[in-house]
């Protein structure tokens, strides 16, 4: 890994790195044994005004929105092929910043990146920008155009921050947009890994641009304005300032936000299949996915069956060494993230839940780790059954009926993942139909690239994913004739 990447003082803008104008720097300690991995510049308003000026002007006045859409495809080819010579040093890297399992992360943070960018390569290949339309009110036809937004702010999240920045760069570059990244201050240095990337393949200067830093500097990105377009995946709490910001200035913003997803378990469900499910969809990066499944409703009468079930499997994850790529379990990403998490338990079973398993014991004692729960009697209006965990617990929930179960599964102000298990596919299908989610998966939760993805009530607005992504980055106009 390029030592720049490692230990950051510099920003990337224009197609440099440059000092910050700060003094102030991001520390950036590894969760499993507590060393300082590298340093990020806590990035100053004037910072990002160096970087998007650096975008404004690639957009105004450089090629790139002028390329064609082949020309651009070509361009995000060259950069999937350098991401993909580095992908196992950046899936190491990432393990080291976070505490990501070296499994997950070889997936989501070295290939998934890859396969987002030739994805939208491919699609930008097929894109139109023109097309005539009938008139209905006269004789003739009308142009209708369809034209890169401009400048767009990506703003990351920590949890898989690799594939969350090409997941909104792929689209952004397709439709011929130049854009300022900024990554979340959990994990500020990977991202450098790109920059050096597209340093390397002599993308167009300005075209990309990173600056690094806290909630400050991405303020300050939201409301300059020469930013065009916001693209969000976070917090809640963080999404509603962004949309008030952006409202105020009437651009566009998709958001990506919380979850508090349920996995609906139908009478005749293989409970093996089940646990396999949960495994990944419940438990992957050590429960801090947006759309893990943490919230499991099972029928009255399978309950104890179920709970049974999940115990153990709390009890079979390999929590150890993210290093080490047996290890399904890693530390969480922070200290305050652990003290979050079981600030929520031990909350939940002051207020009468039970807590089942969560005896494994620490590969070490200087970790994050808090080892897999499963907690049982929350009230599914409770606070543990309401409010995002972001870590290795799940709540399980007794229901009646089926319109029980879809009632506790949508009596949550989030809306984003979710599954039905059955064995009976149009049972299960008729029952999704009814949960109010933004997306959902039978009999496990696995999103493809080519649907589109995001969610509904407070999980946030707009959508990712598939050719429609690549629209969130363009604008409409008409030529009457």
Same mark, same amino acid.
């Given at each position: 890994m390029p030592e720049a990447t490692q230990v950051q003082e510099r920003l990337f803008a224009a197609g440099e790195f440059s000092e910050s104008t700060?003094? @102030?720097?991001?520390?950036?300690?590894?969760?499993?044994?507590?060393?300082? $991995?590298?340093?990020?510049?806590?990035g100053t308003a004037e910072d990002v005004d160096r970087a998007v000026l650096a975008a404004r002007a690639a957009f105004d006045r450089g090629p790139w929105p002028r390329l064609s859409p082949a020309e651009r495809g070509d361009w995000i080819d060259r950069l999937s092929d350098e991401l993909e010579a580095r992908a196992a040093e950046t899936a190491a890297f990432v393990t080291d910043e976070i505490g990501q399992p070296i499994s997950v992360a070889r997936f989501m943070?070295?290939?998934?990146?890859? @396969?987002?960018?030739? #994805? #939208?390569?491919?699609?930008?290949?097929g894109l139109e920008g023109e097309q005539v339309r009938p008139n209905v009110d006269r004789d003739g036809s009308s142009l209708h155009l369809r034209q890169p937004l401009g400048v767009a702010a990506l703003i990351v999240p920590w949890n898989h921050p690799? !594939?969350?920045? +090409?997941?909104?760069?792929?689209?952004?570059?397709?439709?011929?947009? +130049? &854009? &300022?990244?900024?990554?979340?201050?959990?994990?500020?240095?990977?991202?450098?890994?790109?920059?050096?990337?597209?340093?390397?393949?002599?993308?167009?200067?300005?075209v990309i641009?990173?600056? !690094?830093?806290?909630?400050?500097?991405?303020?300050?990105?939201?409301a300059h304005p020469g930013v065009d377009k916001v693209a969000f995946t976070g917090s809640t709490a963080a999404g509603r300032h962004i949309a008030a910001t952006a409202g105020e200035r009437l651009i566009p913003a998709t958001l990506e936000l919380g979850g508090k997803s349920a996995a609906i378990i139908l009478d005749d469900a293989d409970l093996e299949q089940v646990i396999?499910?949960?495994? &990944?969809?419940?438990?992957?990066?050590?429960?801090?996915?947006?759309?893990?499944?943490?919230?499991v409703l099972a029928p009255a009468s399978r309950y104890g069956q179920i709970v049974d079930a999940l115990v153990?499997?709390?009890?079979?994850?390999?929590?150890?060494?993210?290093?080490?790529?047996?290890?399904?379990?890693?530390?969480?990403? !922070?200290?305050?993230?652990?003290?979050?998490?079981?600030?929520?338990?031990e909350q939940a079973q002051a207020d009468g839940a039970t807590v089942l398993a969560g005896d494994t014991a620490a590969p070490n004692d200087v970790?994050?780790?808090?080892?897999?729960?499963? $907690?049982?009697?929350?009230?599914?209006?409770?606070? $543990?059954?309401? @409010?995002?965990?972001?870590?290795?617990?799940i709540t399980v929930h007794p229901y009646a009926d089926v319109d029980d179960a879809i009632r506790i599964a949508n009596a949550t102000r989030y809306g984003l993942g979710g599954a039905v298990f059955s064995a009976d596919e149009d049972a299960a299908l008729?029952?999704?139909?009814?949960?109010?989610?933004?997306?959902?998966?039978?009999?496990? #939760?696995?999103?493809d690239l080519g649907s589109p993805f995001g969610g509904v009530k407070d999980s946030g607005l707009g959508r990712e994913f598939g050719p429609e992504a690549i629209e969130n980055y363009r604008e409409s106009t008409s030529i009457f004739r």
């Open positions: 700060g003094s @102030q720097l991001i520390a950036v300690e590894n969760p499993f044994d507590r060393s300082l $991995i590298g340093h990020a510049p806590d943070n070295g290939m998934r990146p890859v @396969q987002h960018l030739r #994805y #939208y390569a491919r699609l930008a290949r690799q !594939s969350s920045t +090409t997941l909104k760069l792929g689209p952004a570059l397709a439709a011929g947009c +130049t &854009v &300022v990244i900024k990554p979340a201050a959990e994990s500020p240095l990977d991202i450098f890994n790109l920059a050096v990337a597209a340093q390397t393949i002599g993308l167009p200067p300005g641009n990173v600056v !690094s830093g806290g909630a400050e500097t991405g303020r300050a990105l939201v396999a499910g949960l495994r &990944v969809a419940s438990f992957a990066n050590t429960g801090q996915n947006c759309v893990s499944l943490s919230r153990d499997l709390a009890r079979d994850l390999r929590m150890g060494d993210p290093q080490d790529a047996a290890t399904e379990v890693g530390p969480l990403v !922070s200290a305050r993230a652990l003290a979050r998490v079981s600030g929520m338990v970790g994050h780790f808090f080892a897999p729960r499963i $907690i049982t009697d929350a009230a599914p209006d409770s606070m $543990i059954a309401q @409010q995002e965990i972001f870590g290795p617990a008729a029952v999704a139909r009814r949960v109010r989610t933004g997306s959902i998966g039978l009999n496990g #939760y696995r999103p």
